[in-house]
């Protein structure tokens, strides 16, 4: 069974800069691309970010262009989503798995911006 664990959310002030990190209990994460998402209350879950499995195909939804980056380290088994210039709409609990959403779901990190 696979386990997504994600961590590094909080409260911070707009404009201000978050990192998260998903560590990802699985032998072959190295060949899996990976994504973040998030959901805000009462919204669906929607796509953020996602990078192949080499790290060297990128993929952002338009909300967050220019402000996100997405890594991943395959030694630790980690994604990383580095968040600066933070808006209010950025709030919502945020979730890495595979690209395809194929593993079941951690709990979230929730990241909460104010105004």
């Known amino acids: 069974q696979v386990q997504l664990v994600e961590s590094g959310g909080g409260l911070v002030q707009a404009g201000g800069s978050l990192r998260l990190s998903c560590a990802v209990s699985?032998?072959?994460?190295?060949?899996?691309?990976m994504g973040w998402f998030r959901q805000a209350p009462g919204k669906e879950r929607d796509f953020v970010a996602a990078i192949n499995w080499s790290g060297d195909r990128l993929n952002y939804a338009d909300s967050v262009k220019g402000r996100f980056t997405i890594s991943r380290d395959n030694a630790k088994n980690t994604v990383y989503l580095q968040m600066n210039g933070l808006k209010p709409e950025d709030t919502a609990v945020y979730y890495c798995?595979?690209?395809?959403?194929?593993?079941?779901w951690g709990q979230g990190t929730q990241v909460t911006v104010s105004s």
């Open positions: 798995n595979s690209e395809s959403r194929n593993f079941r």
């Open positions: 699985l032998l072959t994460f190295s060949r899996f691309g």
